[in-house]
């Protein structure tokens, strides 16, 4: 159990695109979702927290109105990245925490790879 | 500003040998502590995770924990070539879920 999916694997879109990730969880319900973002050679690094039913809370210095987190049910959430540039090209993952069961574990999706030409 | 320090690496171990990853944190609030790996171009899976001081054994794995020296260790032992990878530490603080997480440690089994 506790398999997260991530949809699409990788990306490449054009300077000034929008691109939208979605973050299920397959086999559990997760109230609260995480998208991190990771660039090479380096740690994860959060991003914002996603809740279901209610707004995101974001890191600081992570622009909300440049990535635009929903989280409408207990198994989705998105991640949109608008008016996406060339140094938004990273590797986005995200995670879910389960509503029930073992502590607070965190279990991570595949990650996405986004590329911005 | 909540820290998490790993040693950046490479560690190197031949194959069979026990491969010993440290971990150290800033936040004396923490209250649950993780090991993930993470293969190249893959996202971080989880390995183990500690609440309480003392060991965890699960399997090749045994995590340490030391609240009191902020300090948190993973052991694999008869370490394999598949277990090459970057490790990573986090660390969840007391008022909330979220992880921050350490850099890294790469990890090299040799045949």
């Known amino acids: 159990g506790a398999v997260v999916s991530q949809h699409p694997s990788w990306v490449i879109c054009k300077s000034g695109t929008s691109v939208k990730i979605e973050c299920r969880s397959l086999d559990f319900q997760a109230t609260t979702m995480f998208w991190y973002r990771q660039f090479p050679k380096q740690s994860l690094m959060l991003m914002a927290t996603s809740n279901e039913g209610s707004k995101a809370t974001y890191e600081q210095g992570v622009e909300k109105d440049k990535f635009l987190i929903n989280h409408a049910s207990l198994t989705l959430s998105t991640l949109t990245v608008t008016s996406a540039h060339p140094e938004d090209s990273s590797f986005y993952i995200c995670?879910?925490?389960?509503?029930?069961?073992?502590?607070?574990?965190?279990?991570f999706g595949p990650g996405t790879r986004l590329t911005v030409l | 500003q909540k820290e998490v320090e790993q040693n950046s690496g490479p560690l190197s171990v031949p194959e069979g040998a026990i491969a010993s990853l440290n971990c150290t944190y800033s936040?004396?609030?923490?209250?649950?502590f993780f090991w993930y790996r993470q293969y190249s171009g893959k996202s971080p899976e989880l390995i183990m995770f500690i609440y309480s001081n003392g060991d965890k054994e699960d399997g090749r794995f045994t995590a340490q924990l030391n609240k009191a020296s902020q300090y948190v260790s993973l052991l694999i032992r008869d370490s394999q070539p598949s277990d090459s990878a970057t490790y990573l530490c986090?660390?969840?603080?007391?008022?909330?879920?979220?992880?921050?997480f350490g850099k890294g440690t790469l990890l090299t089994v040799n045949p």
């Open positions: 995670s879910a925490k389960r509503t029930s069961g073992p502590g607070d574990t965190q279990y």
């Open positions: 986090a660390v969840r603080g007391g008022s909330n879920y979220k992880l921050t």
């Open positions: 936040d004396r609030g923490s209250q649950s």
